[in-house]
């Protein structure tokens, strides 16, 4: 069999994923044949359609998800399109073309733009202009297969969440923005993503594998006899111990656990393949104000991710909300986010912590907390667990005391870890490495400084370490799924690693590789 040809793209998420190309081409064949009587009534109709679709799918996503369908809510009831729409349509179009015609000329302005944000905003855009336009023609947008590796220009925002990734899959973009939304959501989804490929072809179906660490497209030759994508850097495999974590080279366990954001995605996990789960978000399970005030309903999820894990650690941090990441229903000043709104309104902290409380009888629950910056956030957060647990003991309601450990995920706390009274550590790089390189996330120019930024935070993960001292530390941010800096990690004393479950077979061979210092085995 021949062998695969590669094609250099740029990685928008990392992991890799092997599966049935999907050919996504644009509704160009609705507008041969339009509807006869279609006039401003016919669109106004459509437009409250999609709304209501759009509404639909926002009651059953996460907060980044809810925020752009928000968005796109928010312009279909934007009057400028429908009045400019409606004009042309009084002169004498048909209500797709006159839609079509002025959402494109909103395209063309977007992707014209000389700033990459406004530029990725095109396709949400196009998002909505689709969305209208299958509702008035009659011919929704159908999901494409389980497990297949999307293929197209870009992709839209409500397909991507429209879509179950559970059963596995990619995306390879000809085009596509790394600061677009759906490059946003693969990331929190650690769907595999590369955008820039070109226009190249492939056969609908035919077996193509996307390698969104490396930033590469694998095209097999053909349907025939096609293997499933090995990537070049997934060729060690490292021997594995009863608690399903790897050893190094040189024979140090090294353990290994996953992160995640809803309880569904454990469900084609087996929890005798890692060390059990060492973030889980809270904040994509609970998102909204009334999920918050629920204390039953965050119990019942707390459970079944106790349940699955025996007894291995389940680490749950608690709602990092605020700033950039709301609770909906939620209104709060734009500084507050992590620890310090749980302390800004403690009756939300109070909640989850009795939740927590009585979820730990069922396993070996530990309690992270979020964007800590100073020792008293630590023990201010304890003082509530505390009283929660005594009013409970009075009660006499079934709870446990679990471990409380902290991110640390600003610069000012990694500098003096020791002053903590934490029971564990685990660093979260996507922050520091945002505080470190002074850069925010959404800054088009992020991934390039963050990147220089890497071996200062390498330096301040060294120096907190040493901090430390004799308590168990972790690493659960992005540096952790990144097989490029596992070694490096390793460098620095990680020796427990949580990553995205997608990316548990490349950390897994790439720790098999190195010895515990991080040099690269012989032979390898």
Same mark, same amino acid.
């Given at each position: 069999m021949a062998e695969p040809h590669r094609l250099k793209a740029t990685s928008a998420s990392p992991g890799v994923a092997t599966g049935p190309a999907y050919i996504a081409e644009p509704p160009a064949t609705a507008l041969m044949s339009p509807p006869a009587a279609s006039g401003r009534a016919e669109l106004a109709a459509a437009i409250e359609t999609a709304i209501g679709e759009l509404q639909h799918l926002a009651a059953g996503a996460d907060t980044e998800g809810g925020?752009?369908?928000?968005?796109?809510?928010?312009?279909?009831?934007?009057?400028?399109?429908?009045?400019?729409? @409606?004009?042309?349509?009084?002169?004498?179009?048909?209500a797709v073309f006159a839609w079509v015609a002025t959402l494109d000329g909103y395209v063309r302005e977007l992707e014209s733009a000389d700033e990459e944000q406004l530029r990725a905003r095109a396709v949400d855009i196009l998002d909505i202009k689709n969305r209208v336009?299958?509702?008035?023609?009659?011919?929704?947008?159908?999901?494409?297969?389980?497990?297949?590796?999307?293929? *197209?220009?870009?992709?839209?925002?409500?397909?991507?969440?429209?879509?179950?990734? @559970?059963? *596995? *899959? *990619?995306?390879?973009?000809?085009?596509?923005?790394?600061?677009?939304?759906v490059a946003l959501l693969a990331r929190s989804r650690s769907v595999p993503m590369v955008i820039g490929a070109g226009r190249f072809a492939t056969e609908e179906g035919q077996l193509i594998g996307v390698d969104g660490d490396s930033g590469v497209v694998i095209l097999q030759a053909g349907k025939e006899n096609a293997r499933p994508l090995q990537a070049e850097h997934l060729t060690t495999s490292a021997p594995i111990t009863d608690n399903g974590s790897p050893r190094t080279a040189d024979g140090l366990e090294v353990l290994l656990s996953i992160n995640v954001n809803a309880p569904d995605e454990i469900d084609r996990i087996s929890a005798a393949a890692t060390a059990g789960i060492g973030l889980m978000r809270s904040e994509f399970a609970v998102t909204s104000l009334a999920d918050a005030a629920n204390e039953d309903k965050q119990l019942a999820i707390y459970r079944r991710l106790l349940d699955w894990a025996g007894t291995k650690p389940v680490t749950i941090r608690m709602l990092d909300v605020g700033g950039d990441k709301p609770l909906s229903g939620l209104e709060t000043s734009p500084d507050l986010r992590g620890i310090r709104l749980l302390l800004a309104r403690p009756e939300i902290a109070r909640v989850q912590a009795r939740a927590l409380l009585r979820a730990a009888i069922f396993g070996n629950l530990r309690v992270m907390l979020?964007?800590?910056?100073?020792p008293s956030d630590v023990d201010e957060i304890r003082n509530i667990f505390r009283e929660e647990a005594a009013a409970f003991a009075r009660r006499g309601i079934p709870h446990r005391d679990p471990s409380i450990g902290m991110m640390v995920e600003v610069p000012a706390a990694a500098l003096m870890l020791d002053q903590f009274d934490a029971d564990?550590? @685990?660093?979260?790089?996507?922050?520091?490495?945002?505080?470190?390189?002074?850069?925010a996330r959404d800054d088009t120019d992020f991934a390039a400084y963050s990147e220089k930024a890497v071996p200062a935070v390498l330096r301040l993960i060294a120096y907190a370490v040493n901090l430390a001292g004799s308590k168990p530390f972790s690493i659960c941010g992005d540096m952790a799924g990144d097989q490029r800096k596992t070694g490096p990690l390793l460098a620095v004393g990680i020796r427990h690693f @949580?990553?995205?479950?997608?990316?548990?077979?490349?950390?897994?061979?790439?720790?098999?590789?190195?010895n515990a210092d991080g040099t690269r085995a012989a032979g390898e």
């Open positions: 925020d752009i369908i928000d968005f796109q809510i928010e312009v279909l009831r934007d009057p400028t399109i429908a009045e400019m729409a @409606s004009a042309r349509i009084d002169a004498g179009e048909n336009l299958a509702a008035l023609t009659g011919t929704p947008v159908e999901d494409f297969p389980l497990g297949s590796i999307y293929v *197209g220009k870009d992709m839209e925002p409500s397909r991507f969440l429209a879509h179950d990734w @559970s059963a *596995g *899959g *990619g995306i390879a973009l000809y085009g596509g923005s790394a600061a677009g939304h979020p964007m800590v910056t100073f564990f550590f @685990s660093f979260g790089t996507n922050d520091l490495l945002q505080y470190v390189a002074a850069s @949580s990553v995205a479950p997608a990316q548990l077979p490349a950390i897994r061979s790439a720790i098999g590789a190195l």
